[in-house]
């Protein structure tokens, strides 16, 4: 068949959208990395760092040579009073990141600069691209900045260095850390451009964040127990029931990526579900998984935390396209 | 749509959800004039501004500006045409030179050639004193001449200014529009807006009068005048002599409609013009001329005048 192919009044844009980004991210990027705001943060993480490997430290150096993973255990290890290092970063990432784009957008309103950027030969796309990257490169910068630190404080407490199978695991755990992070900046980035005073959108978005943190968790509970109520106590009530409390839970990016950085850290993890002793038949408990088994286990995990992300960045493209940009 | 104007517009409309706040605008503006956008607030001024950089979309209607449809090519809109918002801001935190570098690296100029001009920009506008100086110690008319610095970066061929002397006092809204008038000679077409006509009368050679979203009356301050008030020169003479032979001697004049005395001053109405030929009349009748000034009708008149006639109208 021969359609006659009607030729559609296709908007095609001039040029490319991504004109002028580079300009926009490395403006950007100086500003954070010189801003008031961002040396507090990176202080905090820092102090947080220096602290948490440290008391890991005392207790590590006991079992140098019995443990093939010791630098994994900087990360993780608590000693009371402290939780470990890895506990404060589910909390210290997203601040940093909704730090860096609450104010992204109505900021420019507004300085009352929007009108004037936008009338410079760039899309909107540019703008809004620029400045997620820039926020996204100045985490990434900062984290892999500590990461290192922890590291190098490794070598010289532990006088050992890490293996090639913990450079990788350390590695897919920075990389997990910083995409968290970029979920958080692209929320804040969607509030910014949503409401028109920062306060209102840090506001929104430390809500939402309290809101997964502590709000989230129970209300999987309750939900579970109301829906999956365990009557006779059968282990397939009780089965049925964790199953849902834990995909209810990973509704939540902090969920998804603590189980991410789980699995990267802890090479004797074998299931984030629940397990059923026929699962562990053949398995050695307490061996450690190579890598590639453990990236498997948490697969789902890490790509959903970027799906999200990426969800969240098309919903505020969108919003910021249809966007009245009068001051 | 021919490429002797530099902007047109056919049937420009821009609805928000009702409300008409640019009706079917027809503009047409020619290479190299100051054209001036006049009109109160709220009367879509700054929505027409918008249309045509192609900041906000058109409900209906065709815009051309340097040949370009602003919807589908706003990047060569954007490259050529300079836009100074009203209420203009900078990034308070960075020198006045920084801002300007951003602009630079927005319109994608290499490094050496970005220098240069901001250099230049900022010669120009006065501000080389202070240009390493952070804008957040700006006063309000640094900050406009930095507007005008800003636009200048791209070397535009047409600047597109909104409400450029708001906020200035008198003399600083004087003394910038002269600024503006030297922008003219470089060959660069200007487009402003402004809701204080008076001030901007002096440097539009042309001006539009928007009321409503609409283009009420377009052009020169002078034709204006005669379309809309007539003959209504004010002239005052200031005359020794014999005040009945005076006001007839004047009233004799053709083009003079009108004469009031008040002691040694005679106020004349006329259809143009016409002091020459009444300082003679004054002369002729055994007078002792003193003083001789027109009173140009001022927008602000023509405004008032015209759209009284147009609330009368639509009232009967
Ligand atoms: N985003 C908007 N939504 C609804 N109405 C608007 C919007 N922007 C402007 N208007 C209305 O459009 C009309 C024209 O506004 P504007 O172009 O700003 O006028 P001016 O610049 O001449 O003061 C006004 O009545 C204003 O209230
Ligand atoms: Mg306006």
Redesign the pocket.
């Known amino acids: 068949m021969t359609a006659t192919v009607k030729s559609q009044p296709v908007r095609q844009r001039e040029g490319s959208p991504w004109t002028g980004m580079w300009a926009v991210m490395f403006k950007e990027m100086a500003d954070h990395l010189t801003s008031a705001r961002m040396r507090i943060l990176e202080i905090l993480i820092l102090l947080t760092a220096v602290a948490t490997v440290y008391a890991a430290m005392q207790d590590i150096r006991s079992s140098i040579g019995s443990d093939p993973f010791l630098f994994l255990k900087l990360f993780t290890l608590s000693r009371d009073p402290l939780p470990a290092f890895v506990g404060f970063l589910v909390f210290l990432v997203p601040l940093v990141a909704i730090a860096l784009a609450f104010d992204a957008i109505n900021g420019e309103f507004h300085r009352r600069t929007m009108s004037r950027v936008l009338a410079q030969p760039i899309y909107r796309d540019a703008l809004l691209m620029g400045k997620f990257l820039a926020g996204f490169l100045t985490l990434a910068l900062v984290l892999t900045t500590i990461w290192l630190l922890i590291i190098g404080l490794g070598l010289i407490g532990l006088g050992v260095p890490p293996s090639g199978a913990e450079v990788a695991r350390m590695l897919g755990f920075l990389l997990a850390t910083i995409f968290y992070g970029g979920f958080w900046l692209a929320l804040a980035m969607v509030f910014s451009i949503v409401s028109r005073q920062s306060a209102t959108a840090a506001l929104a978005s430390i809500a939402t964040w309290l809101f997964f943190t502590v709000f989230w968790p129970m209300l999987a509970g309750l939900a579970t127990q109301m829906l999956r109520p365990i009557r006779l106590g059968l282990p397939q009530e009780i089965i049925a029931q964790t199953q849902l409390q834990m995909t209810l839970s990973r509704f939540s990016p902090n969920t998804l990526y603590s189980e991410t950085i789980l699995a990267f850290l802890n090479p004797t993890l074998r299931s984030l579900g629940f397990v059923l002793p026929i699962q562990l038949e053949g398995a050695v408990l307490g061996t450690p998984l190579p890598l590639a088994q453990s990236l498997l286990l948490i697969w789902p995990q890490f790509t959903g935390l970027i799906a999200a992300t990426i969800l969240l960045f098309a919903a505020g493209y969108v919003l910021f396209q249809r966007q009245?940009i009068?001051a | 749509m021919s490429s002797d104007y530099v902007i047109q517009t056919k049937g420009l409309s821009k609805h928000?959800?009702g409300?008409v706040?640019?009706d079917n605008l027809d503009l047409n503006i020619k290479r190299g004039e100051i054209f001036g956008l006049l009109?109160?607030?709220?009367?879509?001024?700054?929505?027409?501004i918008l249309m045509l950089l192609g900041l906000t979309e058109p409900t209906a209607g065709k815009v051309r500006v340097l040949d370009f449809d602003p919807a589908r090519q706003p990047l060569s809109v954007k490259a050529r045409v300079g836009y100074m918002p009203d209420q203009i801001g900078f990034y308070d935190e960075l020198s006045a030179r920084q801002n300007l570098a951003y602009t630079a690296r927005l319109n994608g100029l290499p490094a050496a050639v970005a220098d240069e001009r901001i250099q230049a920009a900022l010669d120009r506008m006065g501000l080389l004193d202070v240009a390493d100086k952070r804008v957040s110690t700006f006063s309000r008319g640094m900050r406009q001449r930095l507007g005008v610095a800003d636009v200048l970066i791209k070397q535009p061929e047409v600047i597109i200014m909104?409400e450029p002397t708001q906020g200035l006092d008198p003399e600083g809204a004087h003394a910038f529009l002269r600024n503006i008038r030297h922008l003219k000679e470089e060959g660069i077409t200007i487009l402003l807006?402004s809701?204080l006509l008076h001030q901007v009368q002096a440097v539009c050679d042309r001006v539009g009068l928007?009321y409503r979203?609409k283009m009420a009356l377009s052009g020169s301050v002078a034709e204006l005048a005669r379309k809309v008030i007539g003959s209504h020169y004010h002239i005052e003479v200031e005359a020794y002599g014999d005040q009945k032979a005076l006001i007839q001697a004047l009233q004799k004049v053709p083009g003079i409609s009108r004469v009031q005395a008040h002691g040694n001053v005679y106020d004349i109405t006329a259809n143009s013009d016409l002091r020459a030929e009444a300082a003679e009349a004054v002369v002729k009748a055994g007078g002792r001329l003193l003083a001789l000034r027109v009173e140009e009708p001022s927008l602000d008149d023509i405004y008032a005048h015209y759209f009284q006639e147009v609330e009368h109208d639509s009232h009967s």
Do not use: C, Q, W
């Open positions: 009245e009068r | 928000y959800n409300l706040a640019v009109g109160p607030n709220g009367s879509g001024k700054t929505t027409t909104d807006s809701h928007f979203g």
